[in-house]
């Protein structure tokens, strides 16, 4: 496993956490267990080490038109403290990359891309560039640590003098002291329930964690690996790339048509997701529910009388709901409530259904 990167925590965590490879890099997948990890993020709080995302820092005075060209929302109704989630897509409105935009200075935006498309996402920005714009790669300077969960502020607030009840969600704050380190906090995250992100210097990494574990403590914060991270993330719909989004998908069929915005003007794969907007796509991004008993996983085929009509992106037991759910893409004909449908598992097809998503949602 010596060929995998490793973030800054990987002496800290190495002999607590049971380690895997994910997307090039050797990463926790648990500490105490996935269940009771997921638990304390729906209850109360977790730590992700989210080291490995990617940092793009793009500046100068056409940093904005440029972002505009790349992305598919719109980056102009941005102010200094916002962040916008958006996707980069190919001219035929694949989805190269989802990624958060963040406004730092009146000229600077960082971009935060996933760490598996990190060199292909560099590439596609060099290739497109244009216009008086400074494209900086800073993925190896930047730590990130994600705090999430109802109890998260309430944690952080013991570390900070800065109020962080001021920050709004998808909006942030630079230069906040956290436990004595210089952060980037942004009220956002990635498993559906109330929490911060923090951006700092990598070399900060390892004090800033051990920080918010002692802080957290009595709380009964957990730090939490990528087991929680992905049934989290899934039971509140938010997309992973590879499963829900490629190349071959459109936001329009991911059912991300909110973070396409075609009349703020031309943007690489407008034509199609613009048009896809407007009539409809041939596929969409569904819940399903099995009636059978049995998990849908990643690629297993769903069929309706026997004709293939998509498969399942991501599956599992939801850890919250305790029933076996999946999301799917379908061809658009067989995407409505309650639509009967079986899942090929193990060769054999069982009975499931089309539900409502997300299959959670916090209560504010």
Not at 319 to 341: M, R
Request: glycine content about 8%.
């Amino acid at each position: 496993m010596s060929d995998l990167k490793r973030t800054p925590l990987y002496d800290v965590y190495k002999e607590q956490a049971k380690l895997i490879p994910f997307g090039g890099w050797e990463l926790p997948v648990q500490f105490v267990g996935i269940k009771q990890e997921h638990e304390a993020v729906r209850t109360k709080a977790g730590l992700f080490d989210v080291s490995h995302m990617g940092e793009v820092e793009i500046s100068g005075p056409d940093a904005l038109s440029f972002i505009q060209k790349i992305t598919t929302n719109d980056a102009a109704k941005l102010r200094i403290g916002d962040a916008q989630y958006t996707m980069m897509c190919n001219p035929e409105g694949g989805i190269i990359d989802d990624l958060l935009v963040y406004q730092t200075g009146e000229q600077t935006y960082l971009l935060v891309i996933n760490a598996a498309n990190i060199d292909k996402d560099v590439a596609w920005i060099n290739r497109h560039q244009t216009g008086d714009v400074t494209v900086k790669n800073i993925s190896d300077e930047i730590a990130q640590l994600a705090v999430q969960g109802p109890l998260s502020e309430k944690i952080l607030q013991t570390l900070t003098d800065t109020s962080l009840s001021e920050i709004r969600p998808f909006k942030f704050k630079q230069q906040v002291e956290v436990a004595g380190v210089q952060v980037l906090v942004s009220r956002s995250g990635y498993t559906g329930e109330d929490g911060f992100e923090l951006y700092f210097s990598a070399n900060d990494a390892p004090h800033l964690w051990t920080a918010i574990v002692e802080a957290g403590q009595p709380e009964g914060l957990l730090p939490c690996g990528l087991g929680a991270r992905d049934t989290l993330r899934f039971e509140a719909k938010l997309p992973l790339y590879g499963q829900e989004l490629s190349e071959s998908i459109t936001p329009i069929e991911a059912g991300l048509g909110f973070a396409v915005k075609p009349e703020k003007g031309e943007f690489i794969g407008r034509d199609v997701l613009a048009r896809q907007k407007d009539e409809g796509a041939p596929r969409k991004l569904v819940g399903v529910e099995m009636i059978d008993r049995g998990i849908p996983r990643t690629h297993y085929p769903v069929f309706v009388n026997d004709q293939q009509v998509g498969e399942i992106t991501t599956g599992t037991q939801s850890p919250t709901l305790k029933i076996n759910v999946g999301l799917a893409l379908l061809q658009k004909e067989y995407a409505q409530l309650d639509q009967e449908i079986e899942v090929e598992i193990r060769g054999k097809r069982l009975q499931a259904k089309v539900v409502k998503t997300p299959f959670y949602k916090r209560q504010k």
